[in-house]
């Protein structure tokens, strides 16, 4: 870091950039082309989670302090935000199987599996899972960062003790349970998606949240299924570096669900489900 003072600072003094632009380190040998995209296209996704843990976090805290108006501001960010990570698979699409083939050996057993910043977006958006902890028990510092977020409540956690004190009647085991354990869709939830979704009027701003979450999962799972198919394009069916299946492992995902009340409440309205 520099300690350039406000009045001498450059362009590249204040975003570090010999910091920044030192930090690709190809390893093939012989050198490839590729490596490079191959490691710009992981870091500026990391940088991207970095912003949308900010982002995330904050819109945790501002519902958990009743000021929806400002959470749903964060959330709009984050979805931008989403839109540029899966925009970006792409770029990396252009990566043949060929060209990965020439330095794949070097990564090792290095996998996204291990982005400590993209598991703790899962756990701030609800999908806890104490397992993936372990993952990184050779590294404290990532280890102490997920041990801290799967300690804390997630997104919708917060939002469903907001819903409790505008007095939505939500059991204890909802607005106070265990936040190291998964999300489990509770039926008391799903009674009040219904209320909310049978009179959007009267509940204006909760709904507008509702369908920002939803819109916030597409996203999520719309980056799931664009990392699926590139991967898909560059190794077909073969083992990933992380050491599993590879597609397949990438496709069950697919299936998971931060908000599955928000899901279960449209099927109700299509099939004339009332809330009362
Ligand atoms: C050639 C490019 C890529 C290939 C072949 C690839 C392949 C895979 C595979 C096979 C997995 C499953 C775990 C394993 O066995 O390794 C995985 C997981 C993952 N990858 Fe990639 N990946 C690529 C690029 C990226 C990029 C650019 C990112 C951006 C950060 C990324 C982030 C992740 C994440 C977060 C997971 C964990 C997903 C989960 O557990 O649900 N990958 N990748």
Redesign the pocket.
Known sequence: MTSATPHDMSYADYLDLETLLSAQHPLAQPPQHDELL?II??QT??LW?KLVLHELRSARDLIGADELPAALKRLARVKHVQAT?TG??SV?AT?TPSE?AKF?DFLA?S?????VQ??AV?FLLGNKNPD?VRVFDSEPQWRDLLTEMLHEPSLYDVFLQLLARRGFSLPAEVTDRDWTQPYVASDAVLQVAREVYSDPETHWDIYETCEELVDLEDNFQQW?FR?LK??ER??GS??????????P??R??LE?TFFPELYAVRGDIANGVSHR
């Open positions: 191959f296209q992981h996704s990391e989670f990570l970006q698979w990396l990566l990965y794949r057993t996998s996204g599996f291990q982005s993209y598991r899962e993936m799931r990392h590139t991967v560059i190794i073969a083992r990933g570096t992380g050491g599993s299946s590879g597609v492992f990438l069950r995902a998971l």
